[in-house]
């Protein structure tokens, strides 16, 4: 045999009894002595070169050129697929023989031994190595090489994004090392930059060759809320969303999906055409130049409110075709009010073109149009006397404007509330968004404004108070209100009258008190400015003085100066007519 090549004979063999079959004198030590020394000599502890005689799914068998051959778990040579009989594989010897007599051995330990040493070369001289990708991590993957678990980050497993990693896991592939940190052991594998060298002398090709105007395939790498990224094989380009589509885009998934293959238009790029911008809508005409030629003014056309804001809102008729509807153009109501209060982003809506320009591509469009305007016929609906019900919108120091309907508006003149009450301040006779009673006074066409009155659905009390609150009469009231210059006084009849402080005075000489009922004797009385002047102290005072007026009789040489007096003040006119007077009584009695 070719393994005892080496042994020595021994020196004191006795070949006389071993030939005549009587007891050797050798010693079983010295046999197995003998014997050992025809085998390898292996310590434990030590990695050594072994050939494999035998692979399974399960272990992989290793002749070391020991007594016994060693087992390896088939799971520590995952990081080669390839493995065959015959191969040369290190390993580390962990026990020469462990209870069963059999030998262990570790592939796994000896490749980590010598491990770092093939990283750091693999790392220097650039190499690429295979690896074995376990699982996933936060982060990326986490790759067997050479027996030491490396990090292989997301982002460097290829030149794409990676949207599912699991299909990664259990597969070998190439790698390159590009960072080691010795003090923790980390390592950090890619296997993105096997394939972007390939992929820098394409770019380098592509980008010398981009025009303004080229139109190029390329595949949606990334969809953000501003643009798309589109691969144009090995160099990205973004589509911005407004060059997505010649309609509004909200999220450009609306257009596009991930992985898509589209064809794209280069708008420009920069001196190093590093950034390049795409078009994807420059791709189709514009709406505006498929819009209908037979569309003009005064047409009715419907849309969807896709913009919104205080001063009108944008209907888009066609895709890339949108009209604005001024806020002034959704009712015929002169209030200033926002867009919002009448339309909403999504409402599909009917309107009437009020301009078209094709040329600037821009259209103006109304929607209150499609209703009659109220003041075309206003005397119709509203004539001068009628009654009816209208909204308070606002106050003024003068009055109160009020909406009948939409875009029919009118005035309550402060002086038109009541016939009897002083308004200081309309806010004291009804409140914002009440309804009130109206009667049209007036109309102002030209200016679309109605004048109306409340007080006019009650009669004139005045008219009434002119045969109650004659001059000398003497009624009831109580004092609701004291100023410097005098008391209102609210009068058991009805309406209101005013004293002076000197007609306040009482009987007793005391001064009237708020909220005291008196009897008030009537001074004057004025129709026209709703004036009533009254007095308490009158009530008793004419009285005192009446009595004298009735006992003292005037003597006859005090009578006959009075006629003189009448005489002397009579004109000769006040004759004429007396002589006229007497005529006409005499012809009257004949």
Known sequence: MSDLKNVQPLADFNWDEFENGSSVNVSKEDLEKAYDETLNKVSEHQVVDGTVISVDKKEVVVNIGYKSDGIIPASEFRYNPDLKVGDTVEVYVENQEDKKGQLLLSHKKARLSKSWERVNAALENEEVIQGYIKCRTKGGMIVDVFGIEAFLPGSQIDVHPIRDYDVFVGKTMEFKVVKINQEFRNVVVSHKALIEAELEAQKKEIISKLEKGQILEGTVKNITSYGVFVDLGGVDGLIHITDLSWGRVSDPHEVVSLDQKINVVILDFDDDKKRIALGLKQLTPHPWDALDPDLKVGDHVKGKVVVIADYGAFVEIAPGVEGLIHVSEMSWSQHLRSAQEFLHVGDEVEAVILTLDREE????????????????????????????????????????????????????????????????????????????????????????????????????????YETIYTPGSIHAGKITEIMDKGAVIALNEGGEGFATPKHLVKEDGSQAQLGEELQFKVIEFVKETKRIILSHSRTFEDVKDEPKKVVRKKSKKEETPAINNVAAGTTLGDIDALAELKAKMEKGEK
Do not use: C
């Open 361 to 464: 591509r821009k259209m103006s469009l109304g929607i209150k149009q499609l209703k009659e305007d109220p003041w075309e016929t206003i005397e119709v609906k509203y004539p001068i006397g009628s009654k009816h019900t209208a909204k308070v919108r606002n106050f003024t120091n003068f009055g109160i404007f009020v909406e009948l309907e939409e875009g029919v508006d009118g005035l309550i003149h402060i002086s038109d509330l009541s016939w009897t009450k002083k308004v200081k301040h309309p806010s004291e006779f009804t409140q914002v968004g009440a309804d009130i009673d109206v009667v049209v006074l007036e109309i102002d066409k030209e200016n679309r404004r109605l004048s109306l009155g409340h007080k006019q659905l009650e009669d004139n009390p005045w008219d009434t």
